[in-house]
């Protein structure tokens, strides 16, 4: 979701992975996706808390 806002203006952490890809920036393109999954890794763990388990 993060890159497909980028490719419509939004910026943001997409917006790097989007222009690492243009300018084939190997070392942008692999910290900017590394950030990207550590995020949503964080974020799945938390929202995994909030699970009802009954």
Known sequence: MVVIAAMIGGGGLGGDI???LSRVDVALGFEA???????AMTLDRLTQSFKNDT
């Open 18 to 20: 989007v222009y690492a």
């Open 33 to 39: 996706g590394l950030a990207v999954v550590l995020i």
